[in-house]
């Protein structure tokens, strides 16, 4: 099956759906930008797997404690004479359980790799590997679930992308000293597409508060399991360092959330696109807090990426045709 399909690309339909999914994106894009700033305020005081553990352990209780929440309210909700819904079949279950595992490990692996690529090689390398992707992400969809993508939405990747490769390949800086730390960014790309491309399998299927807490759930015992290896901390030693940990949780959770809420709506592969814009908001709110600026190479980057967004956004490729929403 090509990647290319043979409808003509045509303008997205103005759905509500459409819009509260786009809105959604927005709004986990903006939340996702502050977990860097985040990060850097508690680096001094945590250690990256001491905060990556935490951060899978706070929130999974946190999930937790909505999600039982969540269930007791639609169980007083329904009427009394309802019958209960039908459980589905075993094999579905163990399916859901095998994808939920594979999800939350991946999205484990993804915070673990890029924590370590970036003690291992510079910032501008990670960052030019992790700005791959979305082509991993669109390759993966095609290669796996037969996704099609039309040629405007495709030109509008390869826009963003190859905008993005050509302002940070100046920075790019080649040694055998950094090429562990360049193939953990590239395995956390990878990570990040495939987890990516689970979560909107799992999207199709359940409800956004259900994928968020199995997804934690599932990818804590790696983090736990890579923090004994390591021999770091368990919890934070300081006020400062759970402040940090907590706002971390809390920017991510809500980050995730809305992520996961747009993935019902729109393609895996657009929102890897979308994402390439966290730096850039990264960079802004950055400048709010820590006084620093954006150099003429990233505003011409950012004016590119744009340019292979607007492209993409009027494709109808990054828009799933789905009768109801979960």
């Excluded at 502050?34 to 508690?42: A, H, L, Q, S």
């Amino acid at each position: 099956m090509s990647v290319l399909s043979d409808a003509s690309p045509e303008k997205l339909p103005i759905k509500s759906e459409d819009l509260w999914s786009f809105i959604s994106l927005l709004g986990s894009l903006i939340a996702f930008s502050f977990v860097p700033v985040f990060t850097k305020w508690g680096a001094m005081e945590t250690s990256s797997g001491t905060a990556i553990f935490d951060r899978f352990f706070l929130t999974t209780i946190i999930l937790g404690l909505i999600w039982g929440l969540l269930a007791i309210y639609r169980q007083l909700a329904n009427c009394p004479n309802q019958s209960p819904p039908l459980s589905p079949p075993l094999y579905h279950r163990v399916q859901l359980l095998g994808l939920f595992l594979v999800t939350g490990n991946f999205l484990a692996g993804m915070l673990i790799t890029l924590a370590w690529s970036l003690g291992q090689t510079t910032v501008a390398n990670c960052e030019l590997i992790n700005n791959l992707t979305p082509v991993f992400t669109v390759l993966g969809g095609w290669l796996l679930f037969k996704q099609c993508f039309d040629r405007r939405f495709l030109i509008g990747c390869a826009i963003a992308v190859s905008g993005l490769l050509i302002v940070g390949f100046n920075d790019f800086q080649i040694g055998i000293d950094k090429l562990q730390g360049d193939f953990l960014a590239l395995a956390s790309a990878l990570f990040l597409a495939a987890y990516l491309l689970g979560a909107e399998q799992l999207r199709t299927q359940l409800q956004t508060d259900t994928v968020l807490l199995g997804c934690f759930a599932c990818g804590t015992p790696l983090t736990l399991m890579v923090l004994v290896i390591t021999h770091e901390n368990l919890l934070p030693t300081s006020l400062p360092g759970w402040i940090a940990i907590v706002s971390m949780s809390v920017s991510g959770l809500l980050a995730q959330g809305l992520l996961l809420y747009s993935l019902k709506r729109l393609s895996s592969g657009f929102v890897a696109l979308v994402f390439l814009l966290t730096p850039f908001t990264t960079a802004i709110i950055a400048g709010i807090m820590f006084s620093e600026t954006l150099s003429l190479s990233n505003l011409l980057a950012f004016c590119v990426v744009v340019l292979g967004l607007s492209l993409s956004i009027s494709s109808s490729s990054g828009v799933k045709e789905i009768e109801e929403s979960v």
